[in-house]
């Protein structure tokens, strides 16, 4: 028996499912979840001493790699003045001027602990600030774990088969209209019939928790002159893409300005982060300015803004960051479309910056919930383990992104390529 294995039947004693978070546990691709130790750069290290091409990146934040040096030294240098106050400290403000820098639609910020915080708080914002109740979001896109948020959700509840969750008052639930990504049509047909209820539109500007799906050209656009026309509130949950897609986020990458923008994960580098910001004139709303109630213990502690922003300043300061991570990301769909096509597996891939997707399937472009959701996902599962047992770790679901970092070399896609191919010729003996 692995030392995962021993670990993950330990676990399961006390903690529900023996993980913390559902998509850990491997439901969606079987077997037993790796327990790891240690990162550093492009690799992770399990208990049983393996390592792995880390392509999941701590979902997210680790965009340069396992314990980035300034990122852990910036931890280390506050560690010993205490580890929070409860109370304002310099490096919040360094923190929320360096996030409006980087994202200009920006002009306020508020530091929360996590990317479902964030979201929520956005939302419980754009219904205060319009005096609205229903809520827009797309199918298979997921904003954390909220009641207003939780209907028809992507990643671990799509993975689960239970996007939407016991526990959410249908009261509740009512005020949220869920519609259909790259559909803006749908979405000129709600409004048109309830425009004029609607406090905001949600989304992720590239869908990453129904797999990876960019945006329709004309999709984000829409979304912008719909919630001009209506007086809604748009806002991009950027929490995935967010100085990951490009330095200031998918909204730089399309060039479309939402009201507000939900952050998370990047921000913390690795640590508990996530945040809310936008207009002025919305978040001028917010306690202790305005009416609407937001607060936290935690938020903007010491060791999650110096990690976060060391993580933003190295970003920043590394010119062609975003160029590298798009082209490396693309070196690998294109490598692994080459080896599946050679070897007769119906595959597709999507890209944009440093997120991608992989789809088991004959259909050649996947641009909606429907079509990834028709996906070959045992497939999934079978190349999720094959990799893992060659030495690569990808994001353990079928409805998950890839994330590409910067410390994966050419030749770690190399190897990835290759161990693909080994993988797909298994395929072909079944
Ligand atoms: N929004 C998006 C787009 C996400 O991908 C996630 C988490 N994967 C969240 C919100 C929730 O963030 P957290 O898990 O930090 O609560």
């Known amino acids: 028996m692995s030392r995962s294995e021993d670990l993950f039947k330990a676990a399961q004693t006390h903690i529900p499912g023996g993980v913390n978070s559902p998509v850990r546990a491997f439901k969606g691709v079987g077997g037993t979840p790796v327990f790891f130790k240690k990162g550093q750069g492009a690799y992770l290290f399990d208990e049983d001493d393996n390592q792995y091409i880390d392509y999941v990146g701590s979902w997210g934040p680790m965009i340069l790699g396992h314990a980035f040096p300034d990122v852990i030294n910036a931890v280390r240098s506050v560690l010993d003045n205490g580890l929070g106050f409860g109370a304002p400290t310099e490096i919040e403000t360094q923190m929320a001027d360096k996030v409006c820098e980087m994202m200009p639609s920006i002009e306020m910020i508020r530091m929360v602990s996590s990317g479902t915080e964030a979201t929520m708080s956005a939302i419980r914002l754009a219904r205060g600030y319009t005096g609205r109740d229903k809520i827009v979001k797309f199918e298979g896109c997921y904003h954390g774990h909220s009641d207003s948020l939780l209907v028809k959700a992507g990643s671990g509840a799509l993975t689960l088969g239970e996007p939407n969750s016991p526990g959410v008052p249908a009261s509740i639930a009512e005020h949220t209209i869920t519609l259909t990504f790259n559909d803006i049509d749908n979405v000129r047909q709600a409004f048109a019939e309830v425009g004029n209820e609607i406090a905001c539109i949600i989304v992720e500007p590239v ?71 936008g207009k002025r004139e919305i978040m001028e709303h917010i306690a202790p300015l305005g009416p609407v109630y937001q607060a936290g213990t935690l938020s903007g502690n010491p060791l999650s803004m110096n990690a976060g922003l060391a993580m933003l300043n190295a970003l920043t300061s590394t010119p062609g960051i975003h160029e590298g991570l798009a082209a490396k990301t693309e070196y690998l769909t294109e490598g692994l479309k080459a080896v599946a096509t050679a070897k007769g597996i119906p595959f597709t891939t999507t890209a944009v910056g440093g997120m991608f997707g992989i789809f088991f399937t004959d259909q050649p472009e996947i641009s909606s919930f429907a079509q990834t959701t028709a996906c070959d996902t045992e497939r999934f599962g079978q190349f999720f383990q094959g990799m893992l047992k060659e030495g690569v770790y990808l994001a353990p679901s079928a409805y998950e992104t890839g994330f590409m970092s910067a410390a994966i070399s050419e030749e770690d896609l190399d190897r990835t390529i290759e161990a693909a191919g080994r993988v797909f010729d298994t395929f072909a003996k079944k």
Not at 215 to 236: Q, T
Not at 244 to 272: E, F, M, N, S
Request: charged content about 20%.
């Open 207 to 277: 869908a990453g928790n129904m797999n990876c799906i960019p945006p329709k050209e004309g999709f984000l656009e829409g979304l912008r002159e719909v919630c001009d026309e209506y007086g809604s509130v748009l806002i991009f949950d950027e929490v995935m893409t967010g100085f990951r897609v490009a330095l200031g986020g998918a909204q730089a990458h399309y060039g479309i300005k939402p009201d507000l923008t939900t952050l998370g994960k990047v921000i913390g580098g690795g640590l508990p982060v996530g945040a809310f910001g």
